[in-house]
């Protein structure tokens, strides 16, 4: 599904990937850890296609296709999510509002017709039962003070709601406490088929207790220096990255 090669890239000039290579397939989730400030975020939004960032050398291939010359939303619509794409509050669109549009966006994109509205209505009832959204948060003002665990509902949402191929959520640092936690786990558990795949970036060892992932990759000063299975984040937890790091020397 995913292929990066040798992916190198920078932000204002400075480089901070420096040679990725990386594999997902269908069906697979992958954890990316590692230390604050080793590229991980860099990393999504690399793939995501963010516009600060230079990629300056390697290739991302999604599905046989260079993603180098697409704009982020083309990528969007390929099936690449990334968790965070709509950050900002906006005032007066409901969260249902803006998953209708995200969705009939997404389907013109192919060539079809928007969803008939009945059709939305229970496609939106099915999925807010299955990751138990009640009707009142759906109804509610996107990003309108949410909460930490409101904000991973609404993004657990829309990627119920998008059904994209390839999820990357990257798990800031900021305090995700225990039930944020919990939701985000149990989306991706709920949502994972052998279709599609996830790359779960995190710096907590924890929320790997919940999501088992695949593969584990440790990420430090913008390599990977470190691949391994679920075990590598138990050990990554008992003893911490310099080893990784002297490793990788
Ligand atoms: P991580 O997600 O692993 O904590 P990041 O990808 O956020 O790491 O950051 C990697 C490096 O890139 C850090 O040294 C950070 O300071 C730098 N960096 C990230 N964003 C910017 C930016 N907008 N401008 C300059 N440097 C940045
Ligand atoms: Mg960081
Ligand atoms: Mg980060």
Redesign the pocket.
Known sequence: MLKIKNLHAS??G?E?LKGINLEINPGEVHAIM??????????S?VIAGRE?YEMTDGEIIFEGEDLNDMDPEVRAHKGVFLSFQYPVEIPGVSVTNFIKTAINANRKAHGKEDMPANEMLKVIREKSEMLEIDRKFLSRSLNEGFSGGEKKRNEIFQMAMLEPKLSIL?E??SGLDIDALKIVANGVNKLRTENNAVML?T?YQRLLNYIVPDFVHV?VDGKIVKSGGKELAHELEERGYDWVKEGAV
């Open positions: 932000i204002e400075k901070i590692g230390p604050n400030g080793s590229g991980k975020s860099t990393l939004s600060e990257d800031t640092d970036i710096h990420l």
